[in-house]
Structures are given as structure tokens and as C-alpha cells.
């Protein structure tokens, strides 16, 4: 029953979006999933105006990253025949993040600057920002969460400095091993955990950046607040879409930055 009330609510959602957007769906070729994830996302902006910052990347232009790319590239080819080997050979225009930059007519050439899934760049951009503005001089605890090889951490290396990254993964995307051996091929050393293996460390709830992208909250929501970051960096269409993962993260957080691609939330008794 619930599965047919889910595909005639998906209907109806369909037709009204083909009664809005008829232009944008002929352009799409009528896909209809990604025109509901632009119009969610125009959405959330809307209501939500004030914290906009458009597509910001003001840091991150001002570093070079060409060693770090090419290195995680050449770090990568073992990776082609990983479980998610798709994500992995075509990670900068796999699933909807570079649609909806192109859709925003972002200059996507300067995604080529980067071995990272597109939300990524707008993420490692929040983050300098968030050290220099909350973190001066301190220690700064990252997490990601699902890390995958860890490659956002390999460019966050190359900027923040004094710092301490890890990873949380289940590993359904990405073994273990193929883990090791990009990370041993690149230098980088990222401790990565399960959750429960992670809830279980002593100091668990220190984390003061929390990054979630490419990966459906549903999945993941409890365990995310559970860990009770200052910050959480979160892909917008996954905020967007799903009316109780808002309600559920507003209960800790309120947003503080948001644009097309991620949206930053602060914990609300940060100041």
C-alpha cells in the first residue's frame, strides 16, 4: 500500500512539475527527477534567501592544486575495477552535481582543477572559510561522512592546517583495501572507521566540521546528529527533497550558508 501511495504521490508530482516547467523538462529531456531537485532546490534557496552566497569558491582560487589532482588521479587507477568503479571513472560528472552547475551556467572547465565529486570543491571553499572565521588558531577536527578513498581529505591537507581528519565508511561503495592503497599511494593518512566502530572512541563527539555528500540522509541522519558537530557541510538536494531530514536537522541546527550545491548548517549554541 505504501508503495503504491509513494509512486501516485511521484504522478502527481510529475504532472504539476510539466505544468510549471515545461520548457525546462523539453531542455532536460524530460527527466523529471532532476527538474524536482532543481525546483527543491530553488526552493529551499527562496525560503531561505538571506544566507545565500552563489556558487561561492573565492578561497579555493586562491591556491593551486594541480600537484594534489594529479597525484590523486594517478593514485585512482585501481579504482576502475572497484565496486563502485562508475563513481570512480567519472567522478566529477557522476549523479546530479555538474547538471546542476551547468543548469546554473557555472563555469564547470574549472571543475577539471579538481579530482573531487563537484559538491566537494563548494565543500573544501566553506571549510577554509570556516576555519579562518571560527577556528583561528586552533585545532580543527574534520569528519566525512561516507569518506570513500578519502581524496577530500588529501586537498584539505593541502589548505588547513593544524588539523585533524577522519573518515567514516561502511565500506558497500568502496573496500577497505582499495581504501589502503590510494591513500598509500597519494601519502595521505586518514584514520577511517565504521560508525559504530567510530561511536565507540572516546572522543567522538568532538568533531567540529561534519561533512555528508553524495550519499542519501535517509540512510544516515540519526547517526550524523548523533555525533553532534559544531558544523555540518550536507549536498543541498538531499536537504532539499526531503521535508523530515530538514525538520530533523533543525532541531541542533539552524543554516548558515546555503547555495545550489552544499549547505552549511551551525550548530545553534555555537556563536
Known amino acids: 500500500m505504501d508503495a503504491f501511495f509513494g509512486k501516485f504521490k511521484w504522478f502527481l508530482k510529475k504532472i504539476i512539475l510539466l505544468l510549471k516547467h515545461p520548457i525546462i523538462l523539453l531542455t532536460t529531456k524530460f527527466d523529471f527527477s532532476?527538474?524536482?531537485?532543481?525546483?527543491?532546490?530553488?526552493?529551499?534557496?527562496?525560503?531561505?534567501?538571506?544566507?545565500?552566497?552563489?556558487?561561492?569558491?573565492?578561497e579555493v582560487v586562491k591556491f593551486s592544486f594541480e600537484n594534489i589532482t594529479n597525484k590523486s588521479?594517478?593514485?585512482s587507477h585501481h579504482l576502475s575495477v572497484s565496486i563502485n568503479s562508475e563513481y570512480f571513472d567519472n567522478i566529477i560528472?557522476?549523479?546530479?552535481?555538474?547538471?546542476?552547475?551547468?543548469?546554473?551556467?557555472f563555469n564547470v572547465n574549472?571543475?577539471?582543477?579538481?579530482?573531487?565529486?563537484?559538491?566537494?570543491?563548494?565543500v573544501l571553499?566553506?571549510?577554509?572559510?570556516?576555519?579562518?572565521?571560527?577556528?583561528?588558531?586552533?585545532?580543527?577536527?574534520?569528519?566525512?561522512?561516507p569518506s570513500g578513498i578519502g581524496n577530500l581529505a588529501l586537498y584539505l591537507s593541502h589548505v588547513v592546517e593544524n588539523s585533524t581528519f577522519i573518515g567514516i565508511d561502511n565500506y558497500e561503495q568502496i573496500s577497505k583495501d582499495d581504501i589502503t592503497k590510494y591513500q598509500n599511494l597519494t601519502g595521505l593518512e586518514v584514520d577511517t572507521y565504521t560508525y559504530e566502530e567510530f561511536k565507540s572512541l572516546e572522543n567522538y563527539n568532538k568533531v567540529d566540521i561534519l561533512v555528508s555528500i553524495e550519499l542519501n540522509l535517509q540512510n544516515i541522519i540519526e547517526n550524523i546528529l548523533s555525533i553532534g558537530s559544531k558544523f555540518l557541510i550536507i549536498e543541498t538536494m538531499y536537504v532539499s527533497r526531503?521535508?523530515?531530514?530538514?525538520?530533523?536537522?533543525?532541531?541542533?541546527?539552524e543554516l548558515y550558508i546555503i547555495n545550489e550545491m552544499i549547505i552549511v548548517y551551525k550548530r545553534k549554541d555555537i556563536e
Open 242 to 253: 526531503y521535508k523530515n531530514i530538514q525538520q530533523n536537522i533543525e532541531k541542533m541546527y
Open 110 to 122: 574549472y571543475l577539471l582543477d579538481f579530482h573531487l565529486y563537484p559538491a566537494n570543491i563548494f
Open 93 to 105: 560528472k557522476y549523479g546530479y552535481g555538474y547538471k546542476i552547475l551547468k543548469f546554473k551556467k
Open 125 to 145: 571553499n566553506e571549510i577554509i572559510k570556516l576555519v579562518n572565521d571560527h577556528f583561528s588558531n586552533k585545532h580543527v577536527v574534520v569528519l566525512d561522512y
Open 73 to 75: 588521479i594517478k593514485a
Open 34 to 58: 532532476f527538474v524536482f531537485t532543481i525546483y527543491k532546490n530553488k526552493q529551499i534557496i527562496k525560503e531561505n534567501f538571506s544566507k545565500y552566497n552563489n556558487l561561492d569558491f573565492s
